[in-house]
């Protein structure tokens, strides 16, 4: 049976984000705190509620505090007119960053932002002073879970890991899911149940067709 969704992979680690991924897509769509430093003619009635006091024409006052998506931030965001600021999520902070640098895997990240490591990785486009110290967070606390997950991806198998991949990013669980399909592959094969290599149809086909003609 043919498989209704063939899945795209995730461009959230690079400089734009894949908008084919439906990963990417969720991932675009998570609430970041911003400051606008400008006014904003004619916003306040999609962000009534959020901004706290809009005027009386509509205008989102400049110093208002909002939760933008992801990719309306980006969009908006522009080093040369400052149309908004960008206040970094509490994850992404210095305290949360000193917790992964002591002990990487005693944090859920799935309940903390289940796109930890796309998310941040976009939040480099905001050109913070904080950015080096975000990527370096990034990739040790990638480098920091990678050998407890795989090392749980070989060492788990037919056993209930729900809780274990509960507390894994979007990222960490399709490696999971990759070290144990690995796993299984390697134990069918070992078995001497992996498929066997056939001749695709097209060369079928071709011998088919071109037999008639030798005998000819």
């Not at 305290?95 to 976009?122: C, I």
């Not at 991949?165 to 669980?173: F, G, P, S, T």
Request: with cysteine.
């Amino acid at each position: 049976m043919s498989e209704a969704y063939f899945r795209v992979e995730s461009g959230a680690l690079g400089p734009e984000e894949n908008f084919l991924s439906l990963d990417d897509i969720l991932m675009s769509h998570e609430k970041l705190p911003v400051r606008t430093e400008i006014p904003m003619p004619r916003l306040g009635t999609f962000f009534l509620d959020r901004s706290g006091g809009a005027e009386t024409d509509n205008t989102i006052p400049q110093g208002s505090k909002l939760e933008l998506p992801l990719w309306l931030a980006k969009g908006l965001f522009d080093n040369k007119r400052r149309i908004l600021s960008v206040e970094l999520p509490k994850i992404y902070q210095e305290g949360w960053r000193t917790v992964f640098g002591a002990d990487a895997n005693v944090v859920d990240l799935h309940k903390m932002g289940p796109h930890f490591y796309g998310f941040g990785s976009q939040l480099l486009h905001f050109d913070s002073p904080e950015n080096a110290d975000i990527s370096q967070a990034l990739l040790q606390t990638f480098i920091g879970r990678f050998r407890r997950i795989m090392d749980s991806a070989q060492n788990a198998y037919n056993e209930d890991t729900s809780a274990l991949v509960a507390r894994l990013d979007e990222m960490e669980r399709g490696l999971f899911q990759t070290g144990q399909k690995g796993l299984n592959d390697f134990q069918c094969w070992e078995k001497g149940q992996a498929s066997q290599i056939t001749a695709s149809n097209l060369v079928q086909n071709y011998k088919k067709r071109k037999l008639p003609d030798m005998e000819d």
